[in-house]
């Protein structure tokens, strides 16, 4: 009777696992390339496309509200790791601070090294969405996308660019780095989009 108790208070993490993940408890890096290097002093994200351009300073953001987010983070090469600690902007309090053209339907992101990854609008839209500057309490270490990097936790984590530098606002789907080499172009784990086909 007491292990039941038990087993139904204990968190249930079974199903926090998409199918086809298994958990790790390190948090690997996963990189195509190398780190860039990136000076903080021309630091910058700009907004552009369907969108009036406007770019935003390293200090521009620090005077942004800030929320905190726990997170599971899912890489489509079959690790997960479950309840990540960010910090950062959402995404929905950012919209308010750009014009975004009604045409647009999805956002390119865009990072230093060259980077890419598509989402459509309403994937990038979501309440949990957040441009994050901090993992665990620290700022984001640079192999891990700092200084600031896009988390959208309920996609697969090769939509969450790190170094972003730019968002560009589409009418039409323009696909990212991965996508154009075979992967889905949505990528939500709990389906299984891995690839496309
Ligand atoms: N700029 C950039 N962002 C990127 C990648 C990358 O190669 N470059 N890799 C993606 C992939 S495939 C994953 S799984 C996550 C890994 O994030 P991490 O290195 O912080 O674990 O970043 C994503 N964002
Ligand atoms: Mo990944």
Same mark, same amino acid.
């Given at each position: 009777m007491f292990d039941k108790l038990f087993k139904t208070s204990a968190?249930? *993490?079974?199903? *926090?696992v998409p199918p086809g993940q298994n958990l790790t408890n390190g948090f690997p890096v996963l990189t195509y390339g190398s780190t860039p290097r990136i000076n903080m002093r021309e630091w910058q994200l700009k907004v552009f496309g369907l969108a009036t351009v406007k770019e935003f300073t390293w200090q521009d953001f620090q005077d942004m509200p800030q929320i905190e987010l726990t997170a599971d983070f899912h890489c489509v090469t079959r690790w997960s790791k479950l309840d990540v600690q960010w910090r950062g902007v959402r995404v929905l309090d950012f919209m308010k601070l750009i014009e975004v053209d009604p045409k647009a339907q999805h956002v390119l992101e865009h990072s230093y090294g060259g980077y890419t990854t598509n989402l459509a609008l309403e994937d990038f839209l979501k309440e949990e969405n957040i441009l994050a500057t901090s993992l665990f309490k620290e700022p984001i270490p640079a192999e891990h996308g700092g200084p600031l990097r896009l988390l959208?936790?309920?996609?697969?984590?090769? &939509?969450?660019? &790190?170094w972003l530098n730019g968002l560009e606002f589409t009418e039409q789907e323009k696909l990212g780095f991965w996508e154009v080499n075979g992967y889905h172009r949505r990528g939500e784990p709990w389906a299984e989009e891995r690839y496309s086909g």
């Amino acid at each position: 009777m007491f292990d039941k108790l038990f087993k139904t208070s204990a968190p249930d *993490r079974t199903n *926090r696992v998409p199918p086809g993940q298994n958990l790790t408890n390190g948090f690997p890096v996963l990189t195509y390339g190398s780190t860039p290097r990136i000076n903080m002093r021309e630091w910058q994200l700009k907004v552009f496309g369907l969108a009036t351009v406007k770019e935003f300073t390293w200090q521009d953001f620090q005077d942004m509200p800030q929320i905190e987010l726990t997170a599971d983070f899912h890489c489509v090469t079959r690790w997960s790791k479950l309840d990540v600690q960010w910090r950062g902007v959402r995404v929905l309090d950012f919209m308010k601070l750009i014009e975004v053209d009604p045409k647009a339907q999805h956002v390119l992101e865009h990072s230093y090294g060259g980077y890419t990854t598509n989402l459509a609008l309403e994937d990038f839209l979501k309440e949990e969405n957040i441009l994050a500057t901090s993992l665990f309490k620290e700022p984001i270490p640079a192999e891990h996308g700092g200084p600031l990097r896009l988390l959208v936790p309920h996609l697969y984590a090769w &939509k969450s660019a &790190k170094w972003l530098n730019g968002l560009e606002f589409t009418e039409q789907e323009k696909l990212g780095f991965w996508e154009v080499n075979g992967y889905h172009r949505r990528g939500e784990p709990w389906a299984e989009e891995r690839y496309s086909g």
